[in-house]
Nanobody, 120 residues
Framework: VQLQASGGGLVQPGGSLTLSCTAS????????IGWYRQAPGKERAWVSC????????YYSVLVKGRFATSRVNANNTVYLQMNMLNPEDTAVYYC??????????????WGEGTQVTVSS
């Protein structure tokens, strides 16, 4: 199983960025996909989750209203649209998969991260 996060980069405060997570080696529609992030000197934190059943979405209070996650099962890909970015969003972003998951409570597989830097 492989999960590959991509789309990170440098963006100015107030800007937008879209991350992608592409999976292989699993039955993608059976997995909830979560996004997590780890800022320098901090523990990894949960950002969002999209369920495997009905694509319900859940967000951390820190990003709710600014970030949106979606999935295209035909492409084995989940997206994280990030708007109104601020410097506190700077982190390495990871995606992870949970079989038959609904709220990303216990992830089975993790991908490599992609760096997001919000700075002027």
């Amino acid at each position: 199983v492989q999960l590959q996060a991509s789309g990170g980069g440098l963006v100015q405060p107030g800007g937008s960025l879209t991350l992608s997570c592409t999976a292989s080696g699993l039955t993608f529609e059976d997995y909830a996909i979560g996004w997590y992030r780890q800022a320098p000197g901090k523990e990894r934190a949960w950002v969002s989750c999209i369920s495997s059943t009905d694509s319900s979405t859940y967000y951390s209070v820190l990003v709710k209203g600014r970030f949106a996650t979606s999935r295209v099962n035909a492409n084995n890909t989940v997206y994280l649209q990030m708007n109104m970015l601020n410097p506190e969003d700077t982190a390495v972003y990871y995606c992870a998969a949970e079989k038959y998951g609904t709220m990303c409570a216990g992830m089975d597989y993790w991908g490599e991260g992609t760096q997001v830097t919000v700075s002027s």
